[in-house]
């Protein structure tokens, strides 16, 4: 039993082997074991580098600036990293909140370090921040070594080059000032429009025809109002001296209760209070275009020799100064609206463009502190202008960075 026990194993053994060697030889290649797959895991991701905490420097308080070295895993472009986590606690130990996240890469201008604002720091409380590396579910953190506290600056040294110009401005200012009180003759350009005023008025009064002022369609809380009043007020006084005739047709309940304060004053100061009347400044319409028809339809019927249109307009300017100019009537217009400037300009004698209308208050009155002040700001527009001609060439030809010394913001 034995015997057959051994042949029958040697004989199955003989089998199997010679099966293995005609599937060989049927394929044509030899029989090897199947390599492994690949299935390397990763374990952990780089933490950041080192991160710097510190209040923000020039600002109201409530702020600091985290700053920290990118991970290695971000700069090698390590698959499927995710970016940074900023936490923020009051102890190095934890815990710690999140308070923002931060994309991989560098900022602009810096591959190294990243930035991060916490604008919603506490004033006066110290804080310990933490930059957080993410890849997948796995993070790693580092840790800021001291705590930093959050505190508002008394100056703003970024903005030192508006400081210097107000200073120099302010300094011009009060230089002409009191250069007009002393009695020093200051020269003031002439503005046309301006000079013909009394000509205006006096060819009304020769003509015995009546002066219409329009102040415009806007309200007192528009400074070309305010400016077209101050205005109202030379021609008033010349009025009553001249003993002619001015109407004031309004727009606006507050404009009329205005404007007749400084006629009323304009005739006193002419020393002429009797021939004030309330009824040379009267109300009219809220309506842009029912004004501007009711004055068309005064300007038609009674025919003034001056119109002077001194203050804030729109659409309804051409169609004042053009039926205006219809009668003849010698026009003066002025606004600062650029967009009617061409209408006035071409139906008006003349017109007060742009900055010329509130200057207009310095011009007429001579005024020292007026005329010091429109002295004053003439410099520091000279001064302005040169400094733009010569950065210009200065950055054109790249000797010096010369629009960093205008910059107000970012240090």
């Known amino acids: ?37 690949d299935t390397a895991v990763v374990l952990s ?7 710097i905490a510190q209040d923000t ?8 600036t985290i700053k920290w070295q990118r991970s290695a895993d971000d700069v090698n472009g390590v698959p499927g990293f995710g970016g940074y986590n900023i936490l923020r606690g009051t102890s190095p130990d934890g815990p710690f909140e999140v308070i923002g996240e931060a994309t991989s890469g560098g900022d602009e201008g810096d591959q190294v370090y990243k930035t991060y604002l916490d604008n919603n720091a506490a004033d006066g409380v110290s804080y310990y921040y933490a930059v957080e590396s993410r890849l997948g579910d796995l993070a790693s953190r580092t840790v800021t070594q001291s705590p930093v506290t959050s505190s508002q600056q008394w100056f703003n040294f970024n903005l030192i080059n508006m400081l210097i110009a107000t200073v120099f401005l302010i300094t011009a200012i009060l ?27 006096g060819r009304a009064t020769e003509m015995g025809r009546k002066i ?3 102040p415009g369609t806007s309200d ?8 077209g009043l101050t205005i109202l007020a030379r021609v008033a006084k010349l009025t009553a001296e001249y003993e002619a005739r001015i109407d004031v047709p309004v727009s606006r309940s507050l404009v009329m209760v205005t404007a007749r304060e400084v006629v ?13 009347s309330d009824d040379m400044v009267y109300y009219l319409t809220d309506d842009q275009f029912g004004y501007a028809a009711g004055i068309d339809g005064l300007v038609v019927r009674q025919k003034p020799a001056t119109i002077f249109y001194q203050g804030s307009f729109y659409a309804e300017s051409l169609i004042l100064a053009e039926t205006g100019n219809s009668i003849g009537a010698i026009q003066i217009a002025g606004t600062a609206q650029p967009s009617q400037l061409p209408f006035f300009v071409a139906s008006c004698d003349y017109t007060l463009i742009g900055e010329e209308l509130f200057a207009a208050s310095a011009y007429l009155s001579h005024e020292p502190k007026q005329l010091g002040s429109l002295k004053g700001q003439d410099l520091g527009k000279a001064v302005i202008m040169a400094a733009l001609i010569i950065g210009f060439i200065i950055q054109v030809l790249g000797i010096f960075n010369f629009a960093s010394l205008f910059s107000v913001a970012g240090g």
């Open 1 to 37: 039993m034995k015997q057959k026990f051994i042949m029958a194993t040697a004989l199955t053994l003989a089998l199997a082997f010679a099966a293995m060697a005609q599937v060989a030889e049927t394929s044509g290649e030899p029989v090897t074991e199947s390599a492994a797959p």
């Open 45 to 51: 991701v780089a933490p950041p580098g080192e991160v």
């Open 57 to 64: 420097p020039n600002d109201a308080g409530s702020s600091v």
């Open 175 to 201: 230089y002409y000032i009191n250069s007009a009180k002393s009695g020093k003759k200051l020269y003031i350009r002439k503005i046309a429009g301006l000079e013909a005023v009394d000509e205006a008025v």
């Open 212 to 214: 219409f002022f329009i």
């Open 220 to 227: 007192m809380d528009n400074v070309q109002t305010i400016a």
């Open 264 to 276: 009323k004053e304009a005739y006193l100061n002419a020393g002429r209070p009797d021939s004030y």
